[in-house]
C-alpha cells in the first residue's frame, strides 16, 4: 500500500517524538532526577508528534493541491494526451523491442516445425496500451498438440535454447523461471527490462483454437496446473474498441502512479466492461472517459466479478482482498471529488512518467 504525504509525516515525527522523549527520560534517569521511564509520557510524544505531522502534511496537501492553477478542459485533454505521446523512454523502449524481434526471430528458427503460428507479440503492445519505460515485452508461442508429450516439455525446450543462445548477451541479467512464462531480465541502459515468454500448446480440438499454459507451481504446496486460454478472444477489445483501449491505458497509468492495487489483466477487463455496460453513452473527451471509468470503478468495484474473457474459471476480481477495494474506492471518491472541483488536478493524479518510473 502506498502511503500518502500526509501519514508519512505523521509517522515520521510520531516516531521522532518517541526516540527524544525516551532519550531524555534516559539521560533524567542517568543523572538521578528519574527512577524509571514515563510510559504516558511516551505516548503523549507520540500523540504530539504524530499531530503535528498530521496538520503539516493536510496543510501541505492543501497548498501543493492550490498550486495546480486553473486548466480549462481542452488544457487537461492536452495534458493526458501529451503524456501517451511523449515518450522520454524512446530509445530504451525500441532497443527492448528490437531484443524482442531478434528473440522471435530466433525461436521461429528453432521450433518452426512444432509451432502452429510464429511467435507472436502478445499483451498490452497489440492493444497500444503499454506504459513507456515501464511495460514488459510479451511473445506468445503456440506449439501443436502433437509436437510434445505434455506441457511441461516444451517450456523445458525454450528454455534450455533461450540459456543456449543468450549465454553471451552482456544485456542480459538472467533467465527466470515465472508463474505462466519464462522471464527474460535485461539491463537497459541501466534499468530493469523484461521480455516475457509465454509458451503454451494447442489443445486436442483444433477447431476451438484455444491453448494450454503450464502453471508453475512457485509456492510451497502448490502443485503444477494448467491455464487454458484463447489468443484470438483475449485480442480482441470488442466494439468501441478505441476509447477502451484509452481507458485501459490511462487507468493503467493511474494505478502505476498512485499505487493501486489493480493488476493490467484486471483493468483491461474491468475497462471493457466499464464501456460495454453504459454504451452508447460512452464519453468522446478523454478527461470524461477516464472519470466515466473511475467512477464506475469506484461504483461497482465490491460487486464485480471479473473473469478472463476467454476462461470464466479464471476468475480475476478474486486477486483482490476487501480491504484493497474499500480503500481503492475511498481513493477514486476523493480523487474524482477534486478533479470535479479543480479538473488540473488531473496532473496530479497522472504526473510525467519520469516522476514514478
Known sequence: MKLNHTWKLSIILA??????????QRKQIKDGSKSKLDQ??????????????????LLSDHLSESDL??????????????????????????????????????????????????????????????LQGISDRDILMCFKHE???DLLAPVEWVEEFLNEVLADDDSLNKIRRQKHSIGLIFNINGQERNIDVVVSRRTRNKQKKEYNIYRRPINWGEKESRVKFNPSIQADLGIYSSQKA??????????KSQGLPLKSS????????????????????????????MAYTRDNLPYLRIKSSDNTNNILSDSLSNYQKEQTIK?????????????????????NINDFN
Open 246 to 255: 484509452q481507458a485501459i491505458y490511462y487507468l493503467k497509468y493511474l494505478a
Open 15 to 24: 516516531a521522532t517524538g518517541l526516540v527524544i522523549s525516551y532519550l531524555r
Open 147 to 149: 509436437s510434445s508429450p
Open 266 to 293: 484486471y483493468i483491461k477487463e474491468l475497462c471493457k466492461k466499464a464501456i460495454d455496460e453504459t454504451a452508447p453513452k460512452i464519453p468522446k473527451r478523454l478527461d470524461k472517459l477516464i472519470l466515466h471509468v
Open 69 to 130: 492553477g486553473d486548466m480549462d478542459h481542452n488544457e487537461v485533454c492536452a495534458y493526458l494526451q501529451n503524456l501517451k505521446v511523449e515518450n522520454p523512454f524512446e530509445e530504451d523502449d525500441a532497443l527492448l523491442k528490437e531484443k524482442a524481434e531478434d528473440i522471435k526471430t530466433l525461436l521461429f528458427q528453432e521450433f518452426n516445425d512444432k509451432l502452429e503460428f510464429s511467435p507472436a507479440d502478445h499483451g498490452s503492445h497489440l492493444h497500444d496500451t503499454a
Open 40 to 57: 504516558k509520557e511516551l505516548e503523549k510524544s507520540i500523540l504530539i508528534g504524530a499531530t503535528i505531522g498530521g496538520l503539516t502534511g
Open 331 to 351: 481513493k477514486l471518491e476523493k480523487w474524482i471529488l477534486q478533479i470535479e472541483k479543480q479538473p488540473a488536478y488531473f496532473t496530479k493524479l497522472f504526473p
